[in-house]
C-alpha cells in the first residue's frame, strides 16, 4: 500500500477552476494505478478519473469528460486533477486512491486519501 494526502480543495463560482494534487509515500508508487473519486452529501462514493502508472492510458467519468484532466508525476510521487469549468453539481469531497488493477470500482483500490473537500457556488 501508500499513503496518499490530497491538498487543493477550496471554494469556487461555478465556470472556475481548482487542482488537486495528490502526494504518495512508497517506493512503487509508480507500479499503481491513481484515481479521483468523489462524494457527495448523501450520495455514493463515484468514480471521477483514473490513470495507468506509465501515464498513458487515462480515462474518466462521462459527468467530467472534457472539463477534468488527470495527470501525475512518478518523479515527484505526485498525481494531479485539473478541473475546469466547475458546476454546482462537482460539489463533493474529492478522493485520490490507488490499486494495482486498472479498473475503476472503488472497492478495488486498496490505499486512500483522507479527502479534500471542493464546493462550487452557483
Known amino acids: 500500500q501508500v499513503q496518499l494526502e490530497e491538498s487543493g480543495g477550496g471554494l469556487v463560482q461555478a465556470g472556475g477552476s481548482l487542482r488537486l494534487s495528490c502526494a504518495a509515500s512508497g517506493r512503487i508508487f509508480n507500479r499503481y494505478v491513481m484515481a479521483w473519486f468523489r462524494q457527495a452529501p448523501g450520495k455514493e462514493r463515484e468514480f471521477v478519473a483514473r490513470?495507468?502508472?506509465?501515464?498513458?492510458?487515462?480515462y474518466y467519468a462521462d459527468s467530467v469528460k472534457g472539463r477534468f484532466t488527470i495527470s501525475r508525476d512518478n518523479a515527484k510521487n505526485t498525481v494531479f486533477l485539473q478541473m475546469n469549468s466547475l458546476k454546482p453539481e462537482d460539489t463533493a469531497v474529492y478522493y485520490c486512491?490507488?490499486?494495482?488493477?486498472?479498473?475503476?470500482?472503488?472497492?478495488?483500490?486498496?490505499?486512500w486519501g483522507q479527502g479534500t473537500q471542493v464546493t462550487i457556488s452557483s
Open positions: 486512491a490507488a490499486s494495482q488493477y486498472l479498473v475503476t470500482t472503488a472497492r478495488l483500490y486498496n490505499s
Open positions: 490513470i495507468h502508472w506509465s501515464a498513458e492510458d487515462t
